[in-house]
C-alpha cells in the first residue's frame, strides 16, 4: 500500500484548500477520463530529496498531472516494515490551463 488508511492529501487548485481522505483522492484520479497515461501524456517523477530519521520520513517530488506540475511534500511512515505516505501536501508550481 502506498498510502497509509489514515492519509490525507491536503493543497491549493486555483486558490482553494482541497482535504481529502485517501478514498478521496483515489476517487478523484480515477475519474480522470481519459486517463492521462492512456491520454499518452509524458509521465515525470523527480525526487528532489528524501530525509530519513528512523521510522519517519519527508520527501520532495515534482510530477506532471492533469496540465499542472506539481511539487508534494509527502510525510512517510514505516509501518510492517514498509514506509507508507502519511500525508501529501501539494503545491501547483504551474498550470498550462
Known sequence: MVFHADAKVV???????HV???TEFANFV???????RNNGDPIRL????IDIAGKTAVAKVRDDYLGMTFLDTLS?????????IYNKLFH?????H
Not at 30 to 36: E, I, K, R, T, V
Not at 79 to 84: A, G, I, K, L, S
Open 92 to 96: 501547483v508550481e504551474c498550470s498550462s
Open 20 to 22: 481529502m481522505s485517501v
Open 46 to 49: 523527480d525526487i528532489l530529496s
Open 30 to 36: 480515477a475519474s480522470q477520463q481519459p486517463s492521462p
Open 11 to 17: 493543497g491549493y487548485l486555483e486558490d482553494e484548500l
Open 76 to 84: 512517510l511512515l514505516k509501518v510492517d516494515r514498509e514506509r507508507t
